[in-house]
């Protein structure tokens, strides 16, 4: 029975929501503007503003081996995995209608101190007076981890509320 339930679920999560739609971009930090560094003896923080989707720049924290990123506006917090990581090559937009609802991007751990993988993130679209956040963070390793993602994303992006509302941490 929990099979059943399980394959269930995977399948459910699989079938793309009627209207939603995916496109993806390079997230490569060479060929962003540096909007800010640290000084010498400041540390080891930069941020960046790269290319983005239909005017939505990726905005990308780095400090010390970890990255945050944000879409349409900084939401001026710190939503990144612990330990060090890096980001991988690119950001999967969640689309409704045409319009960029949520962005989907994996950390990839690589400090001494965890084991080797990956996790999802799930974060809304920011715009002025309203930052985006993140929503869901899953387990790379999951079986079907891109298709829970985006389920994540069409089932919560539009209606999630900064600040309020948990970001999901299931699947992991």
């Known amino acids: ?14 079938a793309p929501a009627p209207g939603y739609s995916s496109t993806y971009t390079a997230l490569n930090l ?3 503007r540096v909007l800010s560094q640290a000084a010498e003896g400041e540390g080891d923080w930069i941020n960046w503003r790269c290319p983005g989707l239909s005017g939505v720049p990726l905005l990308v924290h780095g400090d010390d081996g970890r990255f945050d990123v944000d879409a ?9 995995l612990g330990g060090l990581h890096r980001l991988g090559p690119q950001v999967e937009w ?17 400090g001494p101190d965890q084991p080797p993988g990956t996790r999802l993130a799930v974060e809304t679209i920011g715009r002025r007076g309203r930052p985006g956040c993140l929503i869901s963070m899953i387990d ?10 985006r389920e994540r994303a069409d089932r919560r992006a539009e209606g999630f509320r900064c600040g ?4 999901e941490r299931g699947a992991e």
Do not use: H, K
């Not at 029975?1 to 699989?14: D, R, V």
């Not at 309020?164 to 970001?167: G, I, L």
């Open 94 to 110: 969640r689309l409704r209608r045409g319009r960029p609802i949520a962005i989907i991007f994996r950390y990839i751990q690589s």
């Open 30 to 32: 060479d060929r962003c």
């Open 164 to 167: 309020v509302d948990t970001p």
């Open 140 to 149: 790379g390793a999951v079986p079907n981890a891109n298709a829970v993602a």
């Open 72 to 80: 349409g506006v900084d939401n001026a917090q710190w939503e990144a």
């Open 1 to 14: 029975m929990t099979w059943f339930l399980l394959a269930s679920l995977a399948a459910a999560a699989a």
